[in-house]
């Protein structure tokens, strides 16, 4: 999965397509995404089952189920007693309000 810049502060707020068939990348600069590239390393080294299934569910889910399953991850991970210099505090709750919809002509 690419990452690309937002061209606009509009398009900033969505972090990917609501549709796996319509996405072709991750928009680098969503708040989520820089979280998740902030502590990609870490999070992959220390709990590579939850860092795959975000990676996994970027590519192949819709919407609802990426913000399903990564608020899901994030309430796991708060309850973890340590968490290896990951910064869950910092990790962005989802709602379909972070995806783009294409609306149909």
């Not at 820089?34 to 860092?51: G, H, I, S, V």
């Not at 970027?58 to 399903?68: H, M, S």
């Amino acid at each position: 999965m690419m990452f690309c810049m937002a061209a606009s502060d509009w398009s900033r707020q969505y972090i990917c397509s609501t549709k796996p068939l319509m996405r072709r990348g991750i928009t680098a600069d969503h708040p989520f995404a820089t979280w998740l590239l902030d502590n990609a390393a870490k999070f992959n080294k220390y709990d590579p089952r939850q860092f795959q299934q975000i990676v996994n569910c970027l590519c192949e889910d819709c919407a609802e189920d990426i913000a399903e399953k990564c608020n899901y991850i994030r309430e796991q991970m708060l309850r973890f007693p340590e968490n290896h210099g990951v910064d869950v505090s910092a990790f962005p709750q989802l709602s379909l309000t972070d995806f783009w919809l294409m609306k149909e002509v």
